[in-house]
């Protein structure tokens, strides 16, 4: 069983800054590509950014130069560094990720999201 654990979520003032975490536990081979999604009330789940196990990332351009994502493998966290924060950020922001089982079998994974708000 894997299980994914954001943390790090809460209300800021506009302008501020957060950083959310997300550890991966369980048993798994290894972890593959790590994201970041969030979802505002009524409108649907986007995607925020991407790391792949290269470390090669890539954003959504409504946060390109304010948010950054890392990874630490030795922790099998991902991490999101939030700065510059505008009140249209406000959303539950969910961790994924592409776990490998074996070699030859992987499956995605989502964690249980943490409330960002971000106060005008």
């Known amino acids: 069983q894997v299980q994914l654990v954001e943390s790090g979520g809460g209300l800021v003032q506009s302008g501020g800054s957060l950083r959310l975490s997300c550890a991966a536990s369980?048993?798994?081979?290894?972890?593959?590509?790590l994201y970041w999604f969030r979802q505002a009330p009524g409108k649907q789940r986007e995607l925020v950014a991407g790391?792949?196990?290269?470390?090669?990332?890539n954003y959504a351009d409504f946060v390109k130069g304010r948010f950054t994502i890392s990874r630490d493998n030795t922790k099998n966290t991902v991490y999101l560094q939030m700065n510059s924060l505008k009140p249209e950020d406000t959303a539950v922001y969910y961790c994924?990720?592409?776990?490998?089982?074996?070699?030859?079998?992987?499956?995605?994974?989502w964690g249980q999201g943490t409330q960002v708000t971000v106060s005008s």
């Open positions: 369980g048993s798994f081979f290894s972890i593959y590509a």
């Open positions: 790391i792949g196990s290269d470390g090669t990332t």
């Open positions: 994924n990720a592409d776990i490998g089982h074996s070699r030859a079998f992987s499956w995605n994974y």
